[in-house]
């Protein structure tokens, strides 16, 4: 069993300050892995919308509201906070959700500043059930077992793999998607990525991520598919503005995004979880509640502060802990850099915007692997465990659930507009249908509670299981 608070794979613990060079290339590459994953959904809303003039400064105040949140997590204020290299962004399962109550708002002959009030309101109060959900969260271990958080992981880190497949392509509907051009560019970024990792020198490892990203951008700046033009056009400077376009609120729009909150408590607790076993922290007993119930805590606080600033919902994001697994940095010292960068670059929107033309196959490149280790991590909870019919019947039938949703969305095309809201997603259809195999399953009859307890305290990850699933 790991060592409390030490893991002998990682370069720097979790209370370690790595010297300034090292922890500012390890926030660099973190900040590189989330931060198309925390405009994205802002530019997709605001897109689809037709919000047009208001997306740069709802972008602004998403990376300003994932710098607050990403310092309250690592900064860890008493019961506020996980204390760990929790990374916050903008959280993609309310998408459906925010921009269906747009869409209501549109038909009402609403504005755009009308659509972003009721969407603000909405995520506003939302934020709330986190919160209170987050006090009960020692009580609701008999739901959020071993067997559901690996579920959840794997989930999220399938999910995160088409993204990343998708980059590497030439990203979403891209006129050239497929291209041999784009494909050669995301297998070479990967091929960088796993070469430098491999290397036995510490600061070689640390910044694989980042060399593979600068081959990548050498190469198509050579190529030109990556230009710098059109950065004269981004605003120099942004303050932000609390509530700058007001609240509203509609109950009946409110419901299908109060139940994903439910479910991105549920997303949280898996990848707090995956940070804490990668952190070298144990994964039972109270120390692991309390870190567990302060990150879901500092969650919905997150969410509410966004909410402030007319930003939408953030969440723990899973991409970082392949970050942590590959460069063996977990200090939460380098989540106050990371904050900091988020927070300079939502003032300063040229920054956001020169990071914004790196073409999309040389962040699926190096982006694909790490994805990869967090559906590993996943696996191998599941695999700590003994399992037994029941647990093989509820991973079998959830898992298979959650990728079909993926697989074929058009599943749930003849369902009510909130059915589709809540169950279009592989993590909230996977997470439920867990929770509620869980609960009405019942126990073999072969398996001890004292038994079960046990199994569950020897849920842990060795360093030389990491190495594994990292080779993989």
């Known amino acids: 069993m790991n060592t409390q608070g030490h893991n ?73 906070g996980s204390g760990l ?62 067997t559901v958080t690996g579920i959840v992981i794997s989930l999220i880190g399938l999910s995160l793999i088409k993204v990343a497949v998708t980059d590497i392509a030439g990203g979403f509907k891209a006129p050239d998607f497929g291209a041999m051009s784009n494909l050669a560019v995301g297998i070479i970024v990967l091929a960088t990525v796993i070469f430098f990792n491999r290397s036995t020198r510490p600061m070689i490892r640390l910044s694989a991520i980042f060399l593979g990203l600068i081959v990548g951008a050498l190469i198509t700046l050579y190529t030109g598919k990556m230009t710098l033009h059109g950065l004269s056009d981004s605003a120099l400077f942004t303050l932000p503005v609390p509530f700058k376009y007001g609240m509203a609120f509609d109950w009946e729009l409110f419901i299908p995004v109060a139940l994903i909150y439910v479910i991105t408590t549920i997303e949280s607790t898996g990848d707090l979880t995956a940070t804490t076993m990668l952190s070298g922290e144990p994964i039972e007993g109270d120390e692991y509640v309390e ?74 490149g190096a982006t694909l692997v790490m994805f990869g280790t967090v559906a590993a991590s996943g696996i191998r909870i599941l695999a700590s465990e003994q399992l037994d019919r029941r647990q093989v019947m509820i991973i079998a039938v959830s898992i298979g659930l959650g990728l079909g949703v993926t697989i074929v969305p058009d599943v749930l095309s003849q369902m009510p507009a909130l059915v589709k809201n809540i169950f279009g997603s592989s993590i909230t259809t996977g997470g439920l249908t867990a929770i509620l195999l869980t609960l009405f399953l019942p126990e073999d009859s072969g398996l001890e509670s004292s038994h079960q307890r046990k199994v569950v305290k020897n849920i842990t990850v060795s360093s030389d299981s990491i190495k594994e699933e990292t080779a993989s």
């Open 291 to 364: 870190r567990i119930r302060g990150g879901i805590l500092a969650d919905g606080v997150n969410s509410l502060t966004a909410a402030c600033l007319n930003s939408f919902p953030t969440t723990t994001f899973s991409q970082n802990n392949g970050v942590i697994q590959m460069t063996g940095v977990a200090s939460r010292f380098v989540g106050y850099i990371i904050a900091g960068l988020f927070v300079v670059m939502g003032l300063f929107p040229v920054i956001g915007a020169i990071l914004m033309q790196i073409p999309k196959p040389v962040l699926g």
């Open 85 to 146: 290299l929790s990374i916050q962004g903008t959280s993609f399962a309310f998408l459906s959700s925010l921009i269906a109550a747009g869409f209501v708002v549109k038909s009402r002959g609403g504005s755009n500043e009308e659509i972003i009030a009721l969407m603000t309101g909405l995520c506003f109060f939302g934020a709330f059930i986190e919160i209170i959900l987050s006090r009960f969260f020692h009580k609701l271990r008999k739901i959020i077992t071993p």
């Open 8 to 80: 002998p794979e990682l370069i720097h613990q979790l209370n370690d300050k790595p010297p300034l060079p090292q922890a500012f290339f390890s926030a660099f590459q973190h900040m590189l892995a989330s931060f198309v994953g925390v405009v994205t959904p802002t530019l997709v809303i605001g897109g689809v919308l037709g919000l047009g003039e208001h997306i740069p400064y709802l972008i602004s105040m998403a990376l300003i509201a994932s710098g607050i949140g990403t310092f309250i997590q690592a900064r860890r204020f008493r019961s506020l």
